[in-house]
């Protein structure tokens, strides 16, 4: 099937040769009947097939309004969704929406397309009273000119006048038609998403990004879109609120970390203390994830059980170190020798794990690995121990401190320490 535009162009230029043709002055009339027909016959078509749909949603919501009910009878509880599209403002939110924000109405149908019929109306009629009236300014201007008579003056410029408005109505017309055309791709790249980038359709259009969302504030504004919000930077097109409020906070949270993260930098900038011992944490980190990574690769419990101490005594080292962080210096070859080493045993342990426990050598090499890891999870311990022996040695200073002011005051005759 023919586009009626297209159709619709061949038949108003061949009624402009028409009228441009002397020979062919007498048959202006019969053409512009015969172009006026076609064209109120199509506009008509689409008429009725809009008003046809909106019968029928007018029916469809008469019905349901009429219905005693149902809805809280039956027990659903659920408001019911009407068949067709109308304007909606998005519910209220605590801050005030963002000037960058545009809202308007659901798309149409083909048929139904804001501009679809009023772009052929114009430049139909544009065409219709345009070309008479700029022949009629030259014959009178000519005739004016040639000094038959100077009273015609003033009615060829008032035709002149009327010419321009014609055209401007021509202009407006094809204007309206592409926007329209511009539409229906932007709805082809888009395909039912609730956003889409504005690259994409500037890529998909060969227009550049800032004529396209211009272009999509224009048919937002004039109800294209039933809905339509842009980002601040204007890269990104989305078409319902609920995406919107996601999009506003997923852009508040990446806002908050960033300026924790800030402020995280500064403090470590301010204190190079803090800043080894962030570092210390952030390495500490990275190993428990491999140890826990690699427990959980393995098929042995007794492996897997000797993984897990080493995880949790590796775990309150670092924790306790985080709380003391003078100890720091003290477990420099803990973190530089003794944990990267214990990873690469715990590496080569899963894969052996993974070979045939026949082959030669496998057995042996695991059984060597897991007391290795015995061995080191008992060293380990006794890291922590020592970290923790100068706060035991505290603790102990404090009983007997205790002790000997509750013995001077006469308030107990006996030791705080049930060992003694």
Excluded at 280 to 294: D, P, V
Excluded at 378 to 387: D, G, I, P, R
Aim: overall charge negative; proline content about 5%.
């Amino acid at each position: 099937m023919d586009d009626p535009f297209t159709s619709l162009g061949q038949e108003i230029n061949r009624t402009v040769q028409k009228v441009l043709d002397p020979k062919n002055l007498e048959d202006l009339g019969a053409a512009i009947h015969n172009t006026v027909r076609r064209t109120t016959q199509k506009v008509a078509e689409g008429a009725k097939r809009a008003s046809e749909g909106a019968r029928a949603a007018a029916e469809n919501a008469r019905q349901n309004a009429q219905e005693p009910s149902s809805a809280a009878d039956a027990g659903s509880g659920q408001a019911q969704t009407p068949p067709y599209s109308y304007y909606q403002t998005p519910p209220a939110s605590p801050s005030s929406q963002p000037a960058y924000a545009f809202l308007a109405y659901a798309p149409r149908g083909k048929a139904g397309t804001p501009g679809r019929v009023s772009s052929v109306l114009l430049i139909v009629f544009g065409f219709l009273g345009g070309v008479p009236m700029a022949i009629l300014s030259l014959i009178f201007w000519g005739i004016a000119l040639a000094g038959f008579s100077r009273y015609l003056v003033t009615p060829a410029a008032v035709l002149t006048l009327l010419t321009l408005v014609f055209m401007v109505m021509i202009l407006c017309g094809f204007s309206i038609h592409r926007r329209v055309q511009r539409f229906t791709r932007y709805q082809a790249v888009i395909q039912g998403r609730s956003f889409c980038e504005i690259a994409e359709l500037a890529a998909a259009t060969g227009r550049d990004a800032g004529f396209v969302v211009k272009d999509l504030e224009k048919m937002v504004h004039a109800r294209m879109f039933r809905e339509g919000y842009f980002d601040p930077e204007k890269t990104c097109f989305m078409l319902d609120y609920a995406t919107f409020q996601q999009y506003l906070q997923a852009r508040e949270r990446q806002r908050r970390e960033a300026e924790e993260e800030r402020r995280r930098r500064e403090r470590l900038d301010e204190d190079p203390e803090l800043a080894a011992i962030q570092q210390m944490m952030e390495e500490g980190n990275a190993y428990l994830t491999k140890i826990r990574e690699i427990n959980a690769a393995l098929l042995e419990e007794e492996a897997a059980r000797k993984l897990e101490a080493l995880e949790d005594v590796v775990g309150r080292i670092f924790v306790y170190v985080e709380k003391h962080p003078e100890k720091l210096p003290q477990i420099r070859k803990f973190l530089c020798y003794y944990l990267p080493t214990t990873l690469k045993l715990a590496e080569a342990y899963r894969d052996l794990d993974e070979h045939d426990p026949a082959a030669e050598g496998v057995e042996e090499s695991k059984r060597e690995i897991r007391e290795a890891l015995g061995k080191i999870n008992a060293a380990f311990q006794q890291l922590l121990s020592n970290l923790m022996q100068d706060d035991l040695l505290d603790l102990s200073a404090d009983i007997s401190a205790l002790e000997t002011m509750f013995a001077q005051e006469g308030l107990t005759g006996r030791n705080l320490r049930p060992d003694k």
